[in-house]
């Protein structure tokens, strides 16, 4: 029945950290193969809280696959806030950036709130740990660049950032705040979500929510998945991109 139920999608859309690749490592080669075979016969998104340029590094480096293909992928950035499509080359159709005072403001909010629970930083940071995605704000725990290993076992139930996020919505509540990957929390503007991803999808590329079918691993409650599911897309949550391989498998199988 779920095999039925997904060869009717025209559309698979699927988050990036944790989905499609471990948290900022490079998509395998097993993983890039199945997706150059499910782009035969569907048409793919990947819509993720990464910035273009991780896109590239994560995913993009990894698909080798004609230029014909690459006409049915679509990116959609820093949890959809931008939007990437493929001709002669990728070129960016929207991007929703914030101001600078916005971002002052977020960047000043996130330490507020680190006072106000007395927040104890991890004594190893790899990286930025507040960094400027343009469109959006991430606050990375152990840093942009920690080790997928060390970032797994910071916050798996993520009780940490819930903690951050309840008090942060406080100082921002005209900002979009959700939970992503496995350490962070990404702030966009107010509405512009994975949710606001769906709609630029309906109106850019004419497909319909009952063609649509999203694969990630953060449609929890809070999580930078869930607003797919509440703009009424079906889901299929995931917890490793192994789950993502026999999906994928199952797809271009049948």
């Given at each position: 029945?779920?095999?039925?139920?997904?060869?009717?999608?025209?559309?698979?859309?699927?988050?990036?950290?944790?989905?499609?690749?471990?948290?900022?490592?490079?998509?395998?080669?097993?993983?890039?193969?199945?997706?150059?075979?499910?782009?035969?016969?569907?048409?793919?998104?990947?819509?993720?809280?990464?910035?273009?340029?991780?896109?590239?590094?994560?995913?993009?480096?990894?698909?080798?696959?004609?230029?014909?293909?690459?006409?049915?992928?679509?990116?959609?950035?820093?949890?959809?806030?931008?939007?990437?499509?493929?001709?002669?080359?990728?070129?960016?159709?929207?991007?929703?950036?914030?101001?600078?005072?916005?971002?002052?403001?977020?960047?000043?909010?996130?330490?507020?709130?680190?006072?106000?629970?007395?927040?104890?930083?991890?004594?190893?940071?790899?990286?930025?740990?507040?960094?400027?995605?343009?469109?959006?704000?991430?606050?990375?725990?152990?840093?942009?660049?920690?080790?997928?290993?060390?970032?797994?076992?910071?916050?798996?139930?993520?009780?940490?950032?819930?903690?951050?996020?309840?008090?942060?919505?406080?100082?921002?509540?005209?900002?979009?705040?959700?939970?992503?990957?496995?350490?962070?929390?990404?702030?966009?503007?107010?509405?512009?979500?994975?949710?606001?991803?769906?709609r630029q999808i309906e109106k850019y590329l004419k497909f319909?929510?009952?063609?649509?079918?999203?694969?990630?691993?953060?449609?929890?409650?809070?999580?930078n998945d869930e607003p797919v599911k509440k703009e009424g897309?079906?889901?299929?949550?995931?917890?490793?991109?192994?789950?993502?391989?026999?999906?994928?498998?199952?797809?271009?199988?049948?």
């Open positions: 029945m779920l095999l039925k139920f997904m060869l009717e999608k025209k559309l698979i859309i699927f988050d990036l950290d944790g989905t499609l690749a471990e948290s900022k490592s490079e998509m395998d080669f097993k993983m890039a193969k199945l997706l150059e075979e499910l782009l035969k016969v569907k048409f793919v998104a990947v819509m993720s809280g990464g910035k273009y340029q991780q896109f590239q590094k994560q995913f993009l480096k990894s698909l080798n696959c004609q230029k014909q293909l690459l006409k049915k992928l679509y990116l959609f950035p820093t949890c959809a806030t931008q939007f990437y499509k493929f001709d002669s080359q990728w070129a960016k159709i929207y991007s929703e950036e914030l101001t600078k005072d916005e971002k002052e403001k977020i960047i000043d909010s996130f330490h507020k709130v680190f006072k106000d629970i007395n927040y104890q930083a991890p004594k190893e940071i790899y990286g930025e740990v507040l960094e400027d995605r343009l469109s959006q704000i991430t606050f990375s725990a152990l840093g942009q660049e920690a080790p997928t290993k060390e970032k797994e076992k910071w916050d798996p139930k993520q009780t940490k950032r819930l903690e951050i996020t309840n008090i942060l919505i406080n100082y921002l509540p005209e900002m979009e705040i959700k939970i992503g990957g496995t350490t962070s929390i990404d702030v966009t503007k107010k509405g512009i979500d994975k949710a606001y991803g769906i319909k929510k009952s063609e649509m079918i999203f694969i990630g691993d953060a449609l929890f409650e809070g999580g897309v079906d889901c299929i949550a995931i917890k490793s991109p192994e789950d993502t391989k026999q999906i994928i498998k199952s797809m271009i199988e049948n």
